[in-house]
Every structure is written in structure tokens, then in C-alpha cells.
């Protein structure tokens, strides 16, 4: 689908070492399913603990409890498999990785991949050897992928794209927010949070 034919546009700020933004990608499923020919998905970077910012200790009370009090009970009701990662690592990385896909026409197939890893397979995707074996098993040229993870090459776009989420006044993630193609098509709308009822809502009356 090309943005003339699309009528919205949702917006994702999300990052990858987010449980909530993992089980987000089901309800964005199924919106893709039901709402196919109007709206695109387009998907932004937010590091939620960019350096010098510490990151959670893996085992700590906070993560422990929240996982045992929301995270777990999340999966069970969507029925997706997740497991507290025994690293908490920095995603600038897993970020490059992302946008290195995008350009090269693969960015779905590495979103998915990053998610999967580090929250099923417990993988560390801060580390540059674990992104090259998973860019490699997704057919991603490796040397290349190598040269723009090493040098920064994407750096700069990511971190523009959070300093966008800030100017939105986005602090938390996910992150949603519904725009027309053609601006004034209908009200923007944004919210943070998980919970899309409100985007469906609004994307059938952007369907009549």
C-alpha cells in the first residue's frame, strides 16, 4: 500500500527492550487485518534509557515485581510467549539495525526478529555479534550491516526520531498517535499506553 491510498497513519514510538511495545505488535496485527486498505504503520525510535541514563538491573526488585505483577499476566491473556531477559541492555544498536532494514526493504521481518530475540530467546541485542547472526539468518548482508552498526551510520536518524517523540511529549512507550494522510483530513489523536480501542474507534469512522 502507498500513503495516497492509505487514509490514516498511526505513528509507534517503541523500543525494543519494552515488553509492552512486544505485545503491542499483536493488536497492530490485527488492525493491519481489519483496516488494511486504509491506514499505514509507521515505526519510531525511542530508547527509553539512552546513555549516560543506567539501565535496569535484570533482577532487581523493580523488573521482578512488575513482570510478576503485569508483564506475565499480559502474555497469558495474549497468549504469547515472553520470558524476563537475564540482560537489560542499551538498544541504540538494535535501532541501527532497524533502519539499516528499512532501507533495504526488510525492516518488518527485523522489527519482528529483535522483539523475538531478546524477549523469547533471551538474547543480548545490545551486542554487535548477536545483531550480525540475527541480521545473517534473516539474509541480511552481514559485511554490510557490519560497516553501518560500527560506524554509526543510522546514529544520527535515531536520535532524531526520539527528539520527535519528546516534541510530542512522548516520556513512556508504546506510543500511538493517528494522523490523516492528507492533513486535515480528521483530528490527530495520540495516547500512550498499549490499549488501541480508541484507534479502532477512530479508524472505522475514518473508513465510512
Not at 73 to 88: F, H
Not at 94 to 119: D, G, I, P, T, W
Not at 173 to 178: G, I, K, N, T, Y
Request: glycine share 6%.
Amino acid at each position: 500500500m502507498t500513503d495516497r491510498q492509505a487514509r490514516a497513519r498511526i505513528l509507534v514510538w517503541s523500543d525494543y527492550v519494552c515488553p509492552y511495545c512486544y505485545f503491542l505488535e499483536r493488536e497492530l496485527d490485527r488492525i493491519r487485518e481489519q483496516h488494511s486498505e486504509n491506514v499505514i504503520i509507521e515505526y519510531y525510535a525511542f530508547e527509553l534509557r539512552p546513555e549516560p541514563v543506567p539501565t535496569l538491573e535484570p533482577q532487581g526488585k523493580y523488573l521482578l515485581t512488575t513482570w510478576s505483577r503485569s508483564v506475565y499476566p499480559m502474555a497469558k491473556d495474549y497468549g504469547m510467549p515472553i520470558r524476563l531477559p537475564s540482560v537489560q541492555p542499551r538498544s541504540s544498536l538494535a535501532f541501527q539495525m532497524s533502519e539499516y532494514a528499512r532501507a533495504v526493504n526488510s525492516h518488518n521481518k527485523v522489527h519482528l526478529a529483535l522483539f523475538h530475540a531478546f524477549f523469547i530467546e533471551d538474547r543480548n541485542i545490545g551486542d554487535l555479534s548477536v545483531l550480525l547472526e540475527i541480521g545473517g539468518n534473516l539474509g541480511l548482508d552481514v559485511t554490510e550491516l557490519a560497516h553501518h552498526l560500527r560506524t554509526g551510520t543510522y546514529k544520527a536518524e535515531i536520535d532524531q526520531q526520539r527528539r520527535k517523540g519528546l516534541e510530542r511529549q512522548v516520556t513512556g512507550v508504546p506510543a500511538l498517535f493517528l494522523e490523516p494522510v492528507d492533513p486535515g483530513a480528521f483530528p490527530a489523536k495520540g495516547a500512550v499506553g498499549g490499549n488501541t480501542n480508541w484507534l479502532e474507534r477512530d479508524l472505522m469512522q475514518v473508513a465510512q
